[in-house]
């Protein structure tokens, strides 16, 4: 099992994995803290849902990869003398670096996934910084091994790989198809019924899971007093939800996508953001701080890009599965805009303020 040519097939799909994870939680990152030059489409609508799974599935499958691959290489950390030379000392630390980094990636983010924090770090930044240093160090570490891998993977080594040796390959993958088979149905519909531990997608309040309750967020009660600001050009526009319900209203069937991998399709009603962006005078296409009746929260005030302020499926929603809003859902009005991940559609809205 420690020959150089398991451990270059196991090593392989490992990267494969990790190139998948990591790509996709940049790009989860930049849709949430974006650059200037970024750029993210609202449509297709499913397609931060298809991105962030394939984040949290490929994260679940390369933990069962990553034990295997330390299993086969594990006797060199045995190995006598311990330091042969200086690239050789500094060939183990990038090893040390990068197993560490690989644990705590797959280890926080499964943690983050069942929405459990045992630790005082917040883990959005500590999970993003250490991802650069867990795949920096992996392309290091491909850089050095690079002459023994295609080695190990030519036509005539492959052949040489005896019967035992096929069973583990064998048994590697199938755990790591079973881990994704108990985790993948929180992104993959067809997969619920099979997925013991997908219940995050599997109904829930108004048939959607809450993350975050309106207690939680110290959003007690919302009365007949509440007001929609809308500041635009022509400068502010209030609206009460009665107004609201007689403009032109919208009925669309979006996900819910969000960060810790599980997503959830509903079908909500409300007005069309770019409606009210036309109310107050503003050109189509604006952009829109977003702000929320939660008083603190990293995301009580969120930018809606004009990427997706011009799309006709981003609403201002008022209604969940035909019905009003549930106050945990985030009553009396919320976003919803497809392609967009779930933390950054914002409950309980107060104030839509156009950005120039």
Same mark, same amino acid.
């Not at 997908?198 to 509440?226: C, F, H, I, Y």
């Not at 929320?292 to 008022?318: C, F, R, V, W």
């Not at 779930?342 to 950005?355: A, C, P, S, Y």
């Given at each position: 099992?420690? #020959?150089?040519?398991?451990?270059?097939?196991?090593?392989?799909?490992?990267?494969?994995?990790?190139?998948?994870?990591?790509?996709?939680?940049?790009?989860?990152?930049?849709?949430?803290?974006? &650059?200037?030059?970024?750029?993210?489409?609202?449509? /297709?609508?499913?397609?931060?849902?298809?991105?962030?799974?394939?984040?949290?599935?490929?994260?679940?499958?390369?933990? +069962?990869?990553?034990?295997?691959?330390?299993?086969?290489?594990? /006797?060199?950390?045995?190995?006598?003398?311990?330091?042969?030379? =200086?690239?050789? &000392?500094?060939?183990?630390?990038?090893? %040390?670096?990068? &197993?560490?980094?690989?644990?705590?990636?797959?280890?926080?983010?499964?943690? @983050?996934?069942?929405? @459990?924090?045992?630790?005082?770090?917040?883990?959005?930044?500590?999970?993003?910084?250490?991802?650069?240093?867990?795949?920096?160090?992996?392309?290091?570490?491909?850089?050095?091994?690079? +002459?023994?891998?295609?080695? $190990?993977?030519?036509?005539?080594?492959?052949?040489?790989?005896? =019967?035992?040796?096929?069973?583990?390959? *064998?048994?590697?993958? %199938?755990?790591?198809?079973?881990?994704?088979?108990?985790?993948?149905? !929180?992104?993959?519909?067809?997969?619920? @019924?099979?997925?013991?531990?997908?219940?995050?997608?599997?109904?829930? %309040?108004?048939?959607?899971?809450?993350?975050?309750?309106?207690?939680?967020?110290?959003?007690?009660?919302?009365?007949?007093?509440?007001?929609?600001?809308?500041?635009?050009?022509?400068?502010?526009?209030?609206? $009460?939800?009665?107004?609201?319900?007689?403009?032109?209203?919208?009925?669309?069937?979006?996900?819910?996508?969000?960060?810790?991998?599980? !997503?959830?399709?509903?079908?909500?009603?409300?007005?069309?953001?770019?409606?009210?962006?036309?109310?107050?005078?503003?050109?189509?296409? !604006? !952009?829109?701080?977003?702000?929320?009746?939660?008083?603190?929260?990293?995301?009580?005030?969120?930018?809606?890009?004009?990427?997706?302020?011009? #799309?006709?499926?981003?609403?201002? &929603?008022?209604?969940?599965?035909?019905?009003?809003?549930?106050?945990?859902?985030?009553?009396?009005? *919320?976003?919803?805009?497809?392609?967009?991940?779930?933390?950054?559609?914002?409950?309980?809205?107060?104030?839509?303020?156009?950005?120039?």
């Amino acid at each position: 099992m420690h #020959d150089p040519k398991v451990t270059s097939r196991v090593g392989t799909w490992l990267g494969i994995a990790f190139t998948i994870c990591f790509v996709t939680g940049v790009i989860s990152h930049f849709i949430q803290h974006p &650059a200037a030059w970024f750029y993210w489409p609202s449509r /297709p609508i499913n397609l931060y849902r298809i991105t962030q799974g394939a984040h949290v599935i490929s994260g679940v499958a390369a933990i +069962p990869l990553l034990i295997a691959k330390l299993w086969t290489v594990y /006797p060199k950390l045995f190995e006598r003398p311990a330091v042969k030379s =200086v690239l050789h &000392a500094l060939e183990r630390i990038s090893i %040390l670096v990068l &197993a560490g980094a690989a644990f705590f990636e797959l280890a926080s983010g499964t943690f @983050n996934a069942a929405q @459990n924090y045992p630790w005082s770090f917040f883990f959005t930044t500590a999970h993003y910084a250490v991802a650069w240093i867990a795949f920096g160090s992996l392309l290091v570490h491909v850089a050095v091994k690079l +002459p023994l891998i295609r080695e $190990s993977l030519t036509k005539e080594k492959r052949r040489e790989i005896d =019967v035992s040796r096929r069973a583990f390959l *064998r048994t590697t993958g %199938l755990t790591s198809g079973v881990a994704v088979l108990v985790f993948g149905g !929180s992104t993959i519909p067809f997969l619920r @019924n099979v997925s013991a531990l997908s219940e995050r997608s599997n109904g829930g %309040l108004q048939g959607l899971p809450v993350n975050r309750t309106a207690k939680e967020a110290n959003v007690q009660t919302v009365d007949s007093s509440w007001r929609l600001e809308v500041v635009g050009p022509n400068g502010t526009t209030t609206f $009460s939800r009665e107004q609201l319900q007689t403009m032109r209203q919208t009925t669309a069937e979006l996900p819910i996508a969000c960060v810790e991998g599980w !997503s959830q399709t509903a079908t909500w009603t409300g007005v069309p953001v770019m409606d009210l962006l036309a109310a107050v005078g503003a050109p189509e296409g !604006s !952009s829109l701080r977003v702000s929320s009746l939660e008083k603190g929260g990293l995301y009580n005030s969120t930018t809606l890009p004009g990427t997706h302020t011009a #799309d006709p499926l981003t609403l201002l &929603a008022l209604r969940l599965e035909g019905q009003v809003l549930d106050l945990d859902h985030g009553y009396p009005c *919320r976003i919803i805009a497809p392609s967009r991940p779930g933390v950054l559609q914002t409950k309980w809205v107060r104030k839509l303020e156009v950005i120039a």
